[in-house]
């Protein structure tokens, strides 16, 4: 992916053809993707810096809840000053605001198309637990099941809490462990009680599969949205 830096308007040359390209290519190499069905890391991606000329035309602080670690102090310092700047000289006050303005449009355009794929995606998951749901469901094991029909893939997750103002977010993290041959051995109950046989330190652990009828790049867009769709399910049913 020809990636944009995160002070890519703000960076050398501040011309508004040259930043156009530079934005055109970027979205270009995006929706190339998503044509491909594969949303992830492209979409976050596309969302922060979206969210980030937002902040930078409002001149907000220019650290995203959603990515609290992916923009540098020294990068936040560069967007400040060129805040400044832009305040201080009319020029490129107006050559930012034109960058922005047009940016602004484009990306938002590109992140619906993607949330678009998201969505459709999204209402095709089924997530069912399988067994009796312990009351601790930190963390445990992710079955997933695509169109194919031929193997349930197995990863452990563990959620996480991070807390940013006065809002908490919770995250995931999946490893992948292993799959099965899907028949009528290996059902998804067979493999719980092989996962709790196998580890010893989850002797009653929570186990959810996740199947669709779709048949999707598992690592680039339905891992990643079963993982969501995941942490909003254990959310939904732990309140």
Known sequence: MGAL???WFAEGYIDFELKKYTLLSYLQDINHYFNQNKLYPQLADIIFHYNNLLAFRENKQFL???????????????????????????ELMEELEDIIRYSLPQMNQTIKDGTEIYEFVQDKLS???VGLIPLETAEGYL??????YSDTLVYTYRLTIFERHDEKFRGIHTHYLEAYRKDL?????HIKTMLIRKNSELPNPAVYCVETPL????DETLL????????????RNAA
Not at 143 to 148: A, E, H, I, V, W
Not at 215 to 218: H, Q
């Open 64 to 90: 995203q809840q959603q990515f609290p670690k992916r923009l540098t102090a020294v990068n936040i310092q560069k967007l400040q000053l060129l805040y400044e700047q832009m305040i201080a000289d009319d």
């Open 224 to 235: 990643p949205i079963a993982k969501r769709s995941l942490v909003k399910y254990i959310a």
């Open 5 to 7: 830096s995160e002070t």
């Open 127 to 129: 997530i069912s637990p």
């Open 143 to 148: 079955l997933l099941c695509d169109g194919r």
């Open 185 to 189: 051995v290996h059902t998804c109950e």
């Open 215 to 218: 048949v999707l790049p598992v």
